[in-house]
């Protein structure tokens, strides 16, 4: 499990900033305000990862976050955070007009403005870059108001909590970027059926070819000869249409399987059943014959080799929350 935070360890004075950077790191560049003095604040974050996704799981005191255009000038790529609310109440006004109570589903667009009022409790959210889901931006803002009346919600509401429920186990083990990568298709559907337009239900069918092929890709990424002939074959269209379905996508059909699969050996290397293979075996496991080849393109996808990975990874990093000389840290 990796514990981001946990105030119990922390000072009263120094919590609400602690509270504050872990908002910050987890996507959120929202200022946090409370209505309660210093010793009242708590929270515990436990964050997980998946794949180019991640998992955040918080229990928190009452607080609001305010996310202004000033805030988020410099924001890079849309993040989303799916979220379930598993206790308390809650509004927000990227979900207008609802009163979140204890088993809602709903989106925040964490690059837009907002104003979220938590009365305490506990959320669990799945954050997803939008550019992994595929939708055009506003077409993914107005789905995202109106998540919770799509016919997929339920379905989607009941297999988030089988995700988080089960996060560290799942984000330890080498399926991490495929459970990633179906949840992301699951998102997707929930979103595109919850605004129905003639325009996007032809969106949607050409979507469906690309959750498909990607599905695909995610089921057989240790294959070597992974590419678009395989998929093709599978699929039984044609290969210049599997490379159409990369066209609007920031990578190519090559670059996106490269990427997955280098995923997956990074979850694997420090996975509790991969942790004793040797970074060969791990490269092989995922479709590398050449493991000097591997360990090249890891460093340029991550900064380093997978050993240094490894090594770097095997136990929580620590970065401080504020300096002075009584302890406390956040964890990542």
């Known amino acids: 499990m990796a514990v981001l935070l946990d105030t119990s360890h922390l000072p009263s004075a120094r ?6 950077e872990v908002f910050q790191f987890s996507g959120a560049r929202a200022r946090v305000v409370y209505d309660c003095s210093d010793d009242q604040v708590s929270a515990r974050f436990e964050y997980f990862t998946l794949g180019g996704a991640h998992v955040v799981k918080a229990r928190i005191s009452p ?9 988020l000038k410099d924001t890079g790529s849309d993040l989303l955070a799916v979220t379930l609310k598993l206790i308390g109440t809650a509004t927000h006004t990227q979900a207008p007009g609802r009163l979140l109570r204890p088993g809602d589903l709903f989106i925040t667009n964490l690059s ?6 938590d009365d305490g409790g506990e959320n669990a959210g799945f954050h997803v870059p939008l550019a992994h889901l595929g939708l055009p931006r506003d077409y993914a803002t107005r789905a995202s108001e109106v998540i919770h009346t799509s016919p997929l919600a339920v379905q989607l509401q009941q297999y988030l909590q089988l995700l988080f429920r089960d996060a560290d186990a799942i984000s330890q083990g080498p399926a991490a970027s495929a459970v990633a990568q179906a949840t992301t298709d699951l998102v997707r559907a929930a979103l595109i059926s919850a605004v129905d337009e003639e325009s996007f239900r032809r969106y949607g069918q050409n979507r469906d070819l690309n959750a498909g092929a990607k599905s695909y890709i995610a089921q057989h990424l240790a294959d070597p000869s992974l590419g678009a002939e395989q998929i093709a074959r599978a699929m039984f269209i044609s290969v210049r249409q599997v490379y159409k379905l990369w066209e609007s996508e920031p990578h190519s059909l090559g670059q996106w399987i490269l990427e997955r699969k280098l995923e997956a050996a990074r979850d694997q290397l420090t996975s509790s059943l991969g942790r004793n293979q040797t970074v060969a075996a791990i490269a092989r496991r995922w479709g590398f014959a050449d493991p000097t080849h591997f360990s090249r393109r890891f460093r340029l996808a991550y900064g380093m080799s997978p050993r240094e990975w490894r090594h770097t990874h095997r136990n929580p990093a620590t970065l401080t929350v504020s300096s002075g000389t009584d302890g406390g840290s956040v964890h990542a």
């Open 15 to 20: 919590r609400a900033e602690a509270v504050a």
């Open 63 to 71: 607080l609001g976050l305010i996310a202004t255009p000033a805030l």
């Open 112 to 117: 837009l403005p907002y104003e979220y009022v």
